[in-house]
């Protein structure tokens, strides 16, 4: 029997070739793009699970709300670990990463920067599955000046996977002993570690400061574990650790801290869902986004939906050529069963064939996907093992999802009435076909109006007034290796012809998360009173070499004395301090997290907001205070002499430290990284887009050829009549264009709802959906909708009349 269907399914798809060309290769893009959406989201989902313990793995956050402004970090205080482990019976183990920031490397007569440092506590062997190939990484990072490597930088740097007893030379004068050499950290883990130095040689580990957050701290939690009840126990530890501490700093008791409205909370995130769930301060790497896993979901199930659309839609689109073989087989003997089962088996074959495609397809194309999305997927035996079997599922699923209407239609035809060609398709298949045609254009133009004002804001993104001008600023980085001679590189490039300005410190304003400090407006302390702000060390240079501008007040300057006990704030702090012009005003900052030292400091100038953090964010409390910083040296160079003038900087750099690498970047470039996982998201989503289009179009391809092949006699007529090609072109396009226009009339205000409530309300700074953007993406599918009939249209326009007429 099988057989038997098989032949058939096989003999009437060939015999339709035009449509059944149209229907295996609208599946298979279809597929394809789902096949490449799939592996994106079973990536991004994937993160970290290489963990043996994940499901019991937890990162400490510490949510604060103190001195006017809200933060949740992904850090927690040095004594917290230690706290953990003596009062929560439920830890079976805990570890803390201090990030420090990169060293550089001795690798022969010459330095290397890199940036993959941390220090780590012994334990972190214990919570991860970081597998050692030599030596014991627990007994390694016991000793204070011990590090433990992974695999590739042993053999970048001793060409040996085998370096243990090696000695790594950092800054030129730091020397650590290699304890143990481990596999290299997975690519799907929200850290990406290459040096693991000993947590015991760092002295902040060792203090007792709850009111200071550096630390991301790991949990593993005993097998059978309620967190929830654990993290009922948080409340009553903070307000035993950090209560005294609060009381010392600030001369408040944590009553009165909760009165207030403040609060200071410790929070479990678990392991898996770092990635796409947390965005919270000093987070160890950029980490994905869930909306983007939920918006390319969506997308893939509704380019799928379309695919199926179009098989539906021609499927019973050409009832009518097949009612006359539904009859004869029905007088022959066939049940409905058997005529269900015959059309199923066609609507399977042609998706198996479309999987083939699609699978072949998603092969080709994952390198050039891979580039755009910033991944490294690939179909390899494990992605094999589960692909093939969830392909098969997808066969027989779709195939009969697609296919049920379809053959349920069919099979339906009565054999009396077939036979003697009075078979009409009737109200219902010609409603649902115009139905199905709305469905698809109203995703196609939902997604073409996602994809302009995403570009939209983009671009608004890239030509917003930051409050500072980024362009042509060349950042050296880690000047701070030069030591003594980093003053002596920045007078040397300062002289140079084509130099504007330059300025040495560690504080570019790019996206990055700096220390924060409480100040006051007096020694009262009061909390009322109280704003937490950023603290950034600058030298005289910084504001005129950033670009930026005094609202009130004025610049430091070397020439007094005094200001080193001065400062500057932005107008955020200002308005929080509840001075518009603070110039002259005086605070009191807290020097240290037990609230030992107090100091006043005198506000000379009010610098003009500027956007320091990415516009997803509002600007904070900023202040600036006239303190040596030699992270990196910022130049200002004027426009024509951008080439010339770095290969001179570069140049002054190998004269002052000729073993030490040059890295440098372009501010302008800084700032751009910062909002290229929506670039790479936007260009992915065009892609997408475009592939719903042309999956949609031939689907209305296919049903403007039959709808011509069913007027041919009356187009001959009219013809023959006089009509004229233009006439019939709009007559046969008229019916179709309606339809696009009910499908943009339908998506525009959903889309209006989902970009402008949704996705723009993740940026503090965005412009609104414009209503240009619902004029291009409707006069486009118009557009694309009028090419793809037209060509049909056109073909039966031109045809010779006697040829459809010769039988009347």
């Known amino acids: 029997m099988f057989k038997n269907y098989l032949k058939s399914a096989l003999r009437s798809l060939t015999k339709n070739k035009g449509f059944t060309a149209i229907n295996i290769l609208g599946l298979a893009l279809g597929l394809c793009v789902c096949m490449l959406i799939v592996f994106y989201v079973v990536d991004e989902l994937g993160y970290d699970s290489y963990n043996t313990n994940a499901n019991r793995i937890y990162r400490v956050n510490n949510d604060i709300k103190f001195g006017g402004?809200?933060?949740?970090?992904?850090?927690?205080?040095?004594?917290?670990?230690?706290?953990?482990?003596?009062?929560?019976?439920?830890?079976?183990?805990?570890?803390?990463?201090?990030?420090r920031g990169g060293y550089k490397v001795r690798k022969g007569d010459h330095n290397i920067q890199e940036a993959h440092f941390v220090f780590a506590d012994p334990s972190i062997f214990n919570v991860f599955t970081l597998p050692a190939l030599y030596g014991n990484p627990v007994k390694a990072l016991a000793e204070p000046k011990n590090a433990v490597i992974t695999e590739s930088m042993a053999v970048k740097y001793f060409a040996t996977a085998n370096a243990v007893g090696k000695t790594l030379t950092l800054n030129d004068t730091l020397l650590y002993k290699v304890g143990a050499v481990i596999k290299d950290v997975p690519r799907r883990s929200h850290f990406n570690y290459d040096f693991f130095l000993a947590m015991s040689g760092l002295d902040e580990s060792k203090n007792g400061a709850w009111l200071s957050n550096n630390f991301n701290t790991y949990v593993l939690v005993k097998q059978g574990t309620d967190v929830n009840r654990m993290a009922a126990k948080f409340p009553s530890m903070v307000r035993k650790y950090v209560g005294g501490q609060l009381q010392a700093a600030v001369h408040m008791d944590y009553d009165k801290f909760e009165a207030n409205g403040d609060y200071y909370h410790l929070q479990l995130m678990p392991l898996k869902k770092i990635h796409l769930y947390s965005s919270d301060i000093a987070e160890l790497s950029a980490n994905g986004n869930i909306q983007y896993v939920y918006i390319f979901s969506a997308v893939a199930i509704f380019i799928l939906l379309i695919a199926c659309v179009n098989f539906m839609n021609l499927s019973t689109a050409r009832s009518a050529n097949r009612a006359r073989e539904v009859g004869v087989r029905k007088v022959l003997g066939s049940s409905r069963k058997q005529l269900i089962s015959q059309f199923l088996s066609e609507s399977v074959i042609v998706t198996f064939f479309a999987t083939l495609i699609a699978l072949a397809g998603a092969w080709a194309l994952l390198p050039l996907f891979n580039q755009m999305a910033d991944k490294q997927l690939l179909i390899d035996t494990a992605t094999m093992l589960w692909l093939l079997p969830s392909l098969l599922v997808v066969v027989l699923v779709i195939g009969c999802l697609a296919g049920s209407y379809p053959a349920f239609f069919l099979s339906a035809f009565q054999p009396v009435q077939v036979l003697k060609g009075k078979l009409s398709s009737g109200f219902k298949g010609g409603f649902l076909r115009s139905f199905l045609v709305v469905f698809q254009f109203s995703i196609s133009v939902f997604l073409i109006i996602g994809t302009l004002v995403i570009y939209h804001q983009l671009k608004y993104i890239q030509s917003k007034d930051l409050g500072f001008n980024r362009?042509?600023?060349?950042?050296?980085?880690?000047?701070?290796?030069?030591?003594?001679?980093?003053?002596?590189?920045?007078?040397?490039?300062?002289?140079?012809?084509?130099?504007?300005?330059?300025?040495?410190?560690?504080?570019?304003?790019?996206?990055?998360?700096?220390?924060?400090?409480?100040?006051?407006?007096?020694?009262?302390?009061?909390?009322?009173?109280?704003?937490?702000?950023?603290?950034?060390?600058?030298?005289?240079?910084?504001?005129?070499?950033?670009?930026?501008?005094?609202?009130?007040?004025?610049?430091?300057?070397?020439?007094?004395?005094?200001?080193?006990?001065?400062?500057?704030?932005?107008?955020a702090a200002a308005r929080l301090l509840g001075w518009r012009d603070a110039s002259n005003k005086e605070i009191v900052g807290v020097q240290d997290n037990m609230g030992k030292v107090l100091k006043r400091y005198t506000i000379v100038g009010v610098v003009k907001d500027f956007n320091f953090n990415s516009l997803r964010e509002n600007i904070s409390p900023l202040l600036f205070k006239l303190n040596e910083n030699r992270g990196a040296l910022a130049v200002r160079i004027g426009a024509a002499d951008v080439g010339s003038v770095m290969k001179q900087i570069k140049s002054k750099w190998q004269s002052v430290s000729p073993n030490q690498e040059f890295s440098y970047s372009f501010m302008d470039e800084d700032f751009d990284r910062t909002y290229r996982t929506e670039q790479?998201?936007?260009?992915?989503?065009?892609?997408?887009?475009?592939?719903?289009?042309?999956?949609?179009?031939?689907?209305?391809?296919?049903?403007?050829?039959?709808?011509?092949?069913?007027?041919t006699k009356e187009i001959g007529i009219r013809k023959v009549l006089g009509a004229s090609t233009s006439i019939i072109v709009g007559m046969l396009s008229r019916d179709f264009i309606k339809l696009v226009i009910i499908s943009i009339l339908v998506a525009s205000p959903l889309a209006w709802l989902f970009m402008q409530q949704w996705f723009l309300q993740g940026f503090a700074y965005h412009d609104n959906v414009k209503w240009w953007v619902f004029a291009v993406a409707g006069g486009g599918a118009i557009l694309i909708a009028f090419v793809t009939i037209s060509f049909q249209s056109v073909k039966a326009a031109i045809a010779n009349p006697v040829k459809s007429l010769k039988t009347e």
């Open 471 to 571: 362009d042509q600023v060349l950042v050296v980085h880690n000047t701070d290796i030069l030591g003594n001679n980093s003053k002596v590189f920045k007078q040397e490039v300062r002289t140079l012809p084509g130099v504007i300005s330059s300025t040495m410190t560690g504080f570019i304003p790019t996206n990055s998360w700096r220390n924060s400090t409480t100040f006051f407006k007096d020694a009262s302390l009061n909390m009322k009173e109280a704003v937490t702000s950023q603290v950034w060390d600058i030298d005289e240079d910084y504001i005129p070499t950033m670009g930026m501008k005094m609202a009130y007040g004025r610049n430091f300057s070397k020439d007094m004395k005094t200001d080193t006990a001065a400062v500057i704030v932005n107008e």
């Open 69 to 99: 402004s809200v933060n949740n970090y992904a850090v927690s205080p040095a004594p917290l670990a230690e706290a953990f482990r003596h009062d929560l019976p439920e830890v079976e183990d805990i570890a803390r990463f201090r990030d």
């Open 680 to 711: 790479r998201m936007g260009g992915i989503f065009i892609a997408f887009t475009s592939m719903a289009i042309i999956i949609a179009c031939l689907g209305l391809f296919g049903l403007a050829a039959y709808a011509a092949e069913q007027r």
